[in-house]
């Protein structure tokens, strides 16, 4: 799966990213691939599951897609 993310530069020089598809997922860097990076990690923390959520029980099985 490949998301789109805008990267701008703000005027204090630090680069903020952020995905249009996950609201909520923004973040910020020094310098370009460091933005990249904390972005990179944001969408991976907003996309893990809460371990509650994955327990099976008789009426639920858990399946795993790809994107």
Not at 4 to 13: A, P, S, W
Not at 16 to 27: E, I, Q, T
Not at 29 to 56: C, H, M, S, V
Request: negative net charge; glycine residues 6%; contains cysteine.
């Amino acid at each position: 799966m490949e998301l789109k993310v805008l990267l701008e530069q703000g005027e204090d020089g630090y680069f903020v990213a952020h995905s249009p598809s996950l609201k909520s997922c923004w973040s910020q860097g020094r310098t370009r691939e460091e933005a990249l990076q904390n972005l990179r990690e944001a969408i991976e923390l907003y996309l893990e599951p809460d371990p509650e959520d994955l327990k099976e029980h008789e009426h639920r099985e858990v399946v795993g897609i790809a994107l």
